[in-house]
């Protein structure tokens, strides 16, 4: 029962931990997110099992943490709410070629991040072309061009 507990501990910890990291930072993964993410990884690994480095206590935080995933998809597919608190909404991040600077500054985005995927997707090179840009909810960024 521990290592369920520790299971659900664990995941809860890192659903808010990223949340608050932000969309933006898990769109798109370079060497440094990597080596991150491994070091958190290694961590979590240690919480999750303790001492405990038995096959059997693997599986049983395993299939935890796939029960704890399946039933929050589950919970979110019913619930609106649900799904918004736990992978928040589209927002729009420029608008008629203007940054609307309050809202990328929360989401941590320069202008800089959002020309590289208005070239990239769209080929566009000045923010006159944009008629919005929309900071999706995996992280990405959406252009519309004018």
Partial sequence: MDSVLRALAMYLALMVLFKIAGRRSLAEVTTFDFVFLMMISEATQQALLGDDFSVTNSMVVIATLITLDVGLSLLKQRSGVVSRLIDGEPTIIVEDGKILRLRAQRARLAEADIMEA?????????????????????????????
């Fill in 118 to 146: 208005a070239r990239s997707s769209q080929g566009i090179e000045t923010l006159d072309e944009i008629k919005f840009a929309i900071l999706e909810r995996n992280g990405k960024i959406s252009v519309i061009p004018r």
